[in-house]
């Protein structure tokens, strides 16, 4: 009995009766805020995803190189190499459609000339305006 109050009085997480009344407070505030941060987490999905992860890495015969690589394939994000493949078409893509953007002004100037056509000068007549 003595020993498991000692170890109750050691352990940094659980409030004991040798602190201030202010100080128990703060402990029990921080203690509820944890609890409710990992309330949080089970209900969002995070500490099971996170578990079969973990559990999927140390079941890995030939472990990775980098642990923290073989976690985010794992969750879903894409690898360094994966990321950069990405980057590349992203800029590839936001060039054409800089370009695309550029082509289309430059077609819808010239169909608003060509719907309206500068005023006629007299002695014109009715030509055709010229390509």
């Known amino acids: 009995r003595r020993r498991a109050a ?33 309330k949080y987490l089970e209900s969002a999905g995070v500490i099971d995803s996170l578990t079969k992860v973990l559990v999927s890495l140390y079941e890995e015969p030939d472990k990775p190189a980098t642990a923290i690589d073989f976690l985010k394939s794992n969750l879903g994000g894409p690898t360094p190499a994966e990321y950069e493949a990405l980057m590349e078409e992203k800029n590839a893509l936001a060039a054409e459609l800089e370009k695309t953007q550029t082509e289309l002004a430059a077609a819808q100037t010239k169909i608003e000339e060509l719907e309206n056509p500068p005023a006629a000068e007299e002695g014109e007549g009715d030509a055709a305006p010229a390509e």
Do not use: G, N, Y
């Open 6 to 38: 000692l170890i109750a009085r050691a352990s940094p997480h659980a409030p004991s009766d040798h602190h201030p009344p202010s100080a128990r407070s703060r402990i029990m505030a921080t203690e509820q805020k944890k609890e409710a941060f990992r």
